[in-house]
């Protein structure tokens, strides 16, 4: 089975800053996909960004990018530029392809990011 | 707004009732997942349903139950309540193939007393 793991469960960052927010996984397929998933106060999930493993090329999404090293199986991401609404949970998830329609999310346990003035 | 709808957004209750939550899909979107998030945890999986049929299982206790209807909303049946059953309640939606992420409803919270 599939896990994710997040070894931060707590980060802090100063407005207008960047930082990384760490993610590993275990698996022994060479195809699959990967997500990030902002859990605000309001508990909503949202989804951030995602990456194909197939993909080379880190995905990007305005200030938020991904730093993805198959290899190592790390999935980390980046928030450039951090605003005060970014502070929220933040969860790293995988999803396998290879069971078609039964594909769910496995989800790490969570990384809290506080932005500070 | 992700689309997908989930009811009533708070229930409280006691132990040993039995509670229905419900979710509707976003449109055009055949699977449903329920997932369980307890105070400050991660989520954990429950189950799946891919347009009518069930495709996947989690953790799921046997005192919990799902259905997809033929409209593709879907209920979660909870029995035999515990204290430990308190959490959040997230059901989410997904076209159904491996590339579609997943969206999220706003969750329902269930407190039992």
């Known amino acids: 089975a599939q896990t994710v793991t997040q070894s931060q469960p707590e980060m802090s960052v100063q407005e207008a800053e960047t930082v990384t927010l760490s993610c590993t996984y275990d698996t022994s397929e060479s195809d699959y996909y990967l997500f990030w998933y902002k859990q605000p106060p309001s508990r909503q999930m949202i989804l951030v960004i995602r990456q194909e493993a197939y993909k080379q090329q880190n995905a990007t999404e305005n200030r938020f990018s991904v730093n993805f090293q198959k290899a190592a199986k790390s999935f980390s991401l980046k928030i450039s530029d951090s605003q005060l609404g970014d502070a929220a949970m933040y969860f790293c998830a995988y999803r396998s392809p290879s069971t078609g329609t039964a594909s769910k999310l496995t989800f790490g346990t969570g990384t809290r990011l506080q932005v500070t003035l | 707004d992700s689309g997908v709808t989930q009811t009533p957004k708070h229930l409280i209750t006691a132990t040993g009732q039995r509670v229905t939550l419900r979710c509707s899909p976003r449109s055009g979107d055949l699977s449903v997942y329920w997932y369980q998030q307890s105070l400050d945890q991660g989520l954990q999986f429950l189950i799946q349903?891919?347009?009518?049929?069930?495709?996947a299982k989690g953790n799921i206790l046997e005192r919990f139950s799902a259905q997809q209807f033929p409209d593709l909303h879907s209920e979660l049946n909870l029995s035999s309540l515990e204290l430990g059953d308190s959490a959040l309640y997230f059901c989410a939606s997904s076209l159904g193939t491996g590339n579609s992420p997943l969206h999220f409803g706003n969750g329902t919270r269930l407190t039992v007393t």
């Open positions: 349903y891919y347009n009518g049929e069930e495709r």
